[in-house]
């Protein structure tokens, strides 16, 4: 590895140097008790690959928030570490079948989605292409994780491509201080953030204007943000099919639970300098109660 780094270096001084790990580059542990030693510094980037299938089909037959939970705690402690001593985590593959009818890959991009928005790391798709000329030894062979679809005259899936473009955009980082470092609240489901008003089925019942609820991250995915209300009742953020934010009752919290999805109630608070993204990254919430929502963002510092 040191070798290979420093040839690089010593043909073009002025690129980075990206090295990556071992099993399918799932896996730079190894370099906890054996860092590499080069010549230069200030250049060097490590690489990591994460599919659904990296598991096996552990996230269509786990229970969505456990799963979630320990694959991101696995990954911390395979190559998050990193980030931690200073080094840009680079994630050169990832990607999911764009047919939309993977499950498996369906619940893994909804974890991935919040774990790459909080870390603000950058990324490479796989893959772009629709099809191949020929591809173990199939004649035009259909690449079911393309962007565009068998003849490359479109895109596979509007929807999937529009939540990924969510990542696109740096939320922080040398270059993008352009403001105090603040609080957004994303939404990996859909790729947006959720503006300051929240929509509740209590407000009848309740008198949320005078009240102050305490959120905190439930679940192993630390992504379900619930209250308790005053009657005992735990609810958690949604989002309902018109992309408003709702309340309702927390789903998928019992890990022994493999066919229900918590995807809409998943939430990931995240770290931005910037000033704003366009419009269209953000949920429309229609609701008035904008004193529920500043009680709720204020609980988390925003």
Known sequence: MQKGAEAVHSANPNVLVILSGLKYDRDLSF???????????????YELHWYGFSNGQAWATGNPNQ??????AETASKAGFLLDQGYPLFVSEFGVDMRGTNVNDNRYLNCFMGWAAELDVDWALWALTGSYYIREGVVGYEETYGVYNWNWCDVRNQTTLHKISALQYPLR???????RPHKILFHPMTGLCVKRCIR?????????HRHHFKWEAVSDSKMHLSSKLEDG????????SDNNVVTNNCKCLDNKNNKCDPASQWFKLIDSTRCGADKSFFLEINSVL???ANNFL???GL
């Open 31 to 45: 370099l906890l008790n054996k860092p590499v030693t080069l010549t230069f510094s200030k250049k060097l980037v």
């Open 67 to 72: 799963v979630c939970g320990q694959l991101v």
């Open 173 to 179: 980082g040398p270059g993008y201080t352009e403001r």
């Open 200 to 208: 509740t089925p209590y407000k009848t019942q309740y008198n949320l």
């Open 233 to 240: 009742t735990i609810v958690c953020l949604d989002v309902d």
């Open 290 to 292: 904008k004193l529920v």
């Open 298 to 300: 204020s609980s988390f």
